[in-house]
């Protein structure tokens, strides 16, 4: 975790899952896996937050929510989409209100597989989401250094 210069902040939401996703997403919180070790702080307000985590399918009536949630975090900002629900819809995906995966309504940064996803592969894709988020700052603070050089040289 040394590349990240900063202590993200997560959010998590549950779409549409079976509940399966989101105990193991919240087991990750818990002193076993304890993913605050790492420097992560997990908040309720998407106004604070770095870093999305979604577990479960997308369907008509989560994907606004999940969009405003989105839509109300600061840039830059990561997204990760936990189990085969998320990623494509999995088991929920032939039902009729069922859009798909998360991608059918955000841009995804990372994809953590399996039903359920385990604690270890979540945390690895929390790692993998910090290195994203930090890779989209630098580029940022890159931008505005050269609008400014830009600005500056007339
Ligand atoms: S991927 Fe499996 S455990 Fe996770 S929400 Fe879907 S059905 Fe449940």
């Not at 969009?67 to 840039?75: D, F, L, T, V």
């Not at 929390?126 to 994203?132: L, R």
Request: proline letters at 5%.
């Amino acid at each position: 975790m040394s590349f990240i210069k900063k202590s993200p902040w997560i959010i998590h939401y549950d779409g549409t899952s079976c509940n399966g996703c989101d105990i193991e997403t919240l087991a990750c919180l818990t002193p076993l896996y304890d993913v605050e070790r790492l420097g992560v702080v997990n908040t309720g307000n998407p106004k604070h937050a770095d870093i999305l985590l979604v577990t479960g399918s997308v369907n008509e009536q989560s994907a606004p929510v999940l969009w405003q949630i989105y839509n109300q975090m600061a840039n830059p900002k990561v997204v990760v989409a936990i189990g085969i629900c998320a990623l494509s819809g999995g088991v929920f995906k032939e039902c009729y209100n069922v859009k798909g995966g998360v991608d059918t309504v955000l841009p995804v940064d990372v994809y953590v597989p399996g039903c359920a996803a385990r604690p270890e592969a979540i945390i690895d894709g929390v790692a993998k989401a910090c290195e994203i988020l930090q890779q989209k700052l630098d580029h940022e603070r890159e931008k505005k250094r050269t609008r400014k050089a830009v600005k500056n040289n007339g």
